[in-house]
């Protein structure tokens, strides 16, 4: 069985930065095709893709985003970490990590973790 | 980047309707498609992958067509556990979500 969990502050101040870990079990980064990727939603909005590492150290990142961005594997630990610079009050929102999964060049996220909650206030 | 449009944003429905939703992306992404389900506070759920494979454990009444720029979600008949928001995502270059199409009980 394949899990994701999401941990990290629950509130973060503005301009301050954002450390997201994901800890997943069942499978392994280190496997051909796999990636881990991260997704947020502000609350009451749109699910926004935001980066994805890959089992080769390749990474991904949301153009909109990509300078606040830094996504890093940690294969011993079964962990992905997510930073995210200069946090604003529109970042508020739930952030998930998700597996992605493929059959060829055809992917897509599945399972999902709980997500977390992620408040930006002074 | 590629954009994801859906349509309706939001529709009322019967237990028991038709109902289709609609994606269309910017540029052709051909069968690069997925769609979720998202329940009020619960985590998105894959429905639908690579256009119109139905993911194990999904309900035969959901079922997904189309290629290029136009997708179409439909549920055959609507039961009382499908109200919810439904999301199309590309995965052909990167990844981009739609805005999501409220299900809402009429």
């Known amino acids: 069985q394949i899990t994701l969990q999401e941990s990290g502050p629950t509130v973060v101040k503005p301009t301050q930065t954002l450390t997201l870990t994901c800890t997943f079990s069942g499978f392994s980064l280190i496997t051909s095709g796999v990636g881990v990727g991260w997704i947020r939603q502000p609350p009451g909005k749109a699910l926004e893709w935001l980066a994805l590492i890959y089992w080769d150290d390749d990474k991904r990142y949301n153009p909109s985003l990509e300078s606040r961005l830094t996504i890093t594997k940690d294969t011993s630990k079964n962990q992905v970490v997510l930073t995210m610079t200069n946090m604003d009050p529109v970042d508020t929102a739930t952030y998930y990590c998700?597996?992605?999964?493929?059959?060829?060049?055809?992917?897509?996220?599945?399972?999902w973790g709980q997500g977390m909650l992620v408040t930006v206030s002074s | 980047d590629i954009q994801m449009t859906q349509s309706p944003s939001s529709l009322s429905a019967s237990v028991g309707d038709r109902v289709t939703i609609t994606c269309r992306a910017s540029q052709s992404i051909s069968s690069y498609l997925n769609w979720y389900q998202q329940k009020s506070g619960k985590v998105p759920k894959l429905l639908i992958y690579s256009a119109s494979n139905l993911q194990s454990g999904v309900p035969s009444r959901f079922s997904g067509s189309g290629s290029g720029t136009d997708f179409a979600l439909t549920i055959s008949s609507l039961q009382p556990e499908d109200f919810a928001t439904y999301y199309c995502q590309q995965g052909y270059s990167l990844w981009t979500f739609g805005q999501g199409t409220k299900v809402e009980f009429k």
């Open positions: 998700a597996q992605r999964q493929s059959s060829g060049y055809y992917n897509w996220f599945d399972p």
